[in-house]
């Protein structure tokens, strides 16, 4: 395949990494002492974010749309600081697989309830959302529990050198596991095909229900990973933290290029922006800015960017008419 | 041929969707090696019929025999793999993927699809490029080439010519032979009388979703179709001579042109020019898709067109917004009532809407006047108002009613109907013809676009028939019968000028 068309089919993609690279250049030049513990701590603080927009583009890119990312979260978080503290490592990495098949569940039965009812999958996941909201509160109802440092250090230690923190690549590796072999095979291309057009998609013979069920299903494991990660990062459960993630994570799959309409984006994308929006907070810290100003750059950035991404394509139209 | 053997064959297959019945009782038998039309007008239940029988949905009641046996496929990949393919009306690629990805969707292996690539001369087609950037000709050949791929015992084309230029449908018409040659099957949907009389072997005719005939092509010929597909034309024909001769004095107004539309183009209409006088009711009759919906909508001010001139009292008009084209008194009343009406709000309202700008006075809505104007409008119409706290709890024709209300309650000089009767009770119906004919003795204007070609009589006094994005026939009201329109509409243009010029 020819390279300028391959560019031009990820501008989007291409772009975020771009503005992933003025940020950080413009990070560096007000904090010249940037360093290791810098990166670390970008990370750590970011891993989080990067699971739930992981989580959401799999719901999207198929056409769906989950509100129970956070809740989902917010429950993976609270389950893993009170059923791993004071335990070993083995058994805190045995509390997180049930974690995992727990959230994949979850996120299995939203998918169901909006295929089988026919509820909208915005008014289904709504619901969870208070419901899991709820359960998280049941089960630790005020900010505690722990885990064992050695789980801490998945996110936190260094790997080879102190530039590469094991959360980058905890992240790298638990997503392309699961992206990958997905991507290549058919079971992504049905993904993408009912995001795009459920009915041309069904004249295939794509299995529209069923690949339904399993993209909110991998939004549930995402969500689920989004909680472990929130764990690592913060070292204890806290039954609210989760809850802003959810819009948190549709901001990052919009800046990330994944279209709210289905069928279009990659993962790789909102992970960048995932970071791109821990980033500026930390920004505006460092200048000295009232941090809760933090929240109007960010919404200010995502509509500049959004507008931007809808001007290319109009852009691009006119020249071709032209010519 | 084998006169015996049947390789298709549904009983009484119906499908409803809500109230509207698409399907009433669908009977088609397919034998072995022959290329078989499916006809019918606008709406008798074509495409259903494919759905149906394809598995792309499930139909409510009847059943489906293949080889003597009785199947029911689920999807349209297992009538597949029992050997039926469909090509459908729309296009089933998903757009955002790559042709390839779409083969791959399916299961079609690659090698398979490249001798009907090169058999249908698509080889210089890119299949790296995303669906949505081709062409739609192209993307109904891509198709095809990928139902091909499977081997078909039977082959469905929906449509599939429509959309393509003389050079493509002979490709298809090529494949479809060969097919036959073969010994397998093809069901060949077409508008085009023409085509299906080279091409085809027998014809099944639908009408309100009824199968009403089976015809042999070799020995009768379109002449036996034209009037399966009439049905009970003659006794509506009986009816609208009384009531052109009814109405003919009403029309005393003077005329002069309403709208002028010269060289339009947009969409799928490639050049069309007429006068709508003020006083007239002008009747446009067209098959699906020959170009009336982008001609309605340029009217409407809903596009702009590509080219082309539209003038309204003799100056030239642009509309940009349909708020410019009502300006102008241009109004339309469209087929789905629901993109014109607020369902969930009362018919006061709805019919208030389109003038609330006349009615401010400082800001506010002067609710007297309001009123006033509704309730005249109501009484016009003899709307039946005892739902009339949401428009969405009135009948179909009660909702269209309140559409036309809106108008009149506003005011206008061209009322544009796109298929106003569309699933209305004949009650209705003639009280809406009454009124359009009212608006029109009154020195307005109406332009008449109806999918059901007697409405013509009953309702205007001149025709107009589109046929592949232009104005193919003109003829007044008293020689549109529905057998001369019907054979206009087909493309049959020399035929139906023969009959107008002999009445």
Known sequence: ?323 | MNESAVLLETRNLSKTYGAVVALRSGDLTVRPGEIHALMGANGAGKSTLVKVLTGDTAPNSGSILLDGKEVRFASPTSARRAGLASVYQDVSLVPLLTVAQNMRLTGTPMAAIRPWLKELELEHVDLNEYVRDLPTPTLHLLDLAQALAWLPRLLILDEVTATLPADLTERVFRVARRWRTEGRSVVLISHRMPEVKALCDRATVLRDGTTVGVVDLASSGQEEIVSLMLGQAAASVVVSEGAVADREPTSSVERRPAVEVRGLRSGLLKDVSFTLQRGEVLGLVALEGQGQADLFECLSGNRTPDGGEILVEDRPRKFRHPHDAIGAGLVLVPADRALALLPQRSVRENIALPMVNQLRSWGLINARNERKRVRSAIDRLSIDTRAQSRVKQLSGGNQQKVTIARWLATGFTTLLCFDPTRGIDIRTKEQIYGVLREFAASGSAVLLFTSEMPEIQLACDRALVLFGGRITAELPAHDATEAVLIRAAHGLARAGSDQAAAS
């Open chain 1, 1 to 323: 395949m020819n390279v300028a068309r391959l560019a031009r089919r990820n501008a989007w993609t291409l772009g975020t990494y771009a503005l992933f690279v003025a940020v950080m250049i413009f990070t560096i030049s007000i904090h010249p002492s940037y360093g290791p513990f810098e990166v670390e701590s970008l990370v750590v603080g970011g891993m989080p974010l990067a699971f739930a927009a992981v989580a959401e583009a799999c719901v999207v890119i198929g056409g769906g749309i989950d509100l129970s990312i956070g809740a989902m979260m917010a429950v993976a978080n609270v389950l893993a600081a009170r059923y791993m503290q004071n335990h070993d490592f083995q058994y805190a990495l045995l509390v997180s697989g049930l974690i995992l098949v727990g959230g994949t569940l979850a996120g299995a039965l939203n998918g169901l309830i909006a295929v089988r009812t026919r509820v909208p999958d915005i008014v289904v996941t709504l619901a969870m959302s208070f419901v899991w909201g709820g359960v998280a509160l049941l089960i630790l109802p005020q900010p505690g529990g722990g885990a064992p440092d050695q789980f801490l250090a998945l996110a936190s230690g260094e790997f080879l050198t102190p530039w590469i923190p094991n959360g980058l690549l905890l992240l790298i590796v638990v997503v392309g596991v699961i992206w990958i072999p997905l991507r290549l095979g058919r079971t992504g291309l049905a993904l993408y095909a009912i995001g795009s057009d459920r009915t041309a998609a069904f004249r295939r013979g794509v299995r529209v229900g069923w690949t339904r069920v399993l993209s909110y299903a991998m939004g549930g494991f995402f969500a689920a990973c989004g909680g472990l990660a929130l764990m690592m990062s913060t070292g204890i459960g806290s039954p609210l933290a989760g809850t802003i993630y959810t819009l948190s994570a549709i901001s990052a799959i919009v800046l990330g290029g994944v279209s709210l309409a289905g069928g279009r984006g990659r993962v790789t994308g909102p992970i960048v922006a995932a970071f791109i929006l821990t980033l500026i907070p930390a920004d505006l810290i460092l200048m000295g800015t009232d941090p809760n100003f933090g929240q109007v750059v960010q919404g200010a950035l995502i509509v500049l960017v959004v507008m931007a991404g809808g001007l290319a394509p109009l852009l691009q139209r006119r020249r071709v008419r032209a010519v």
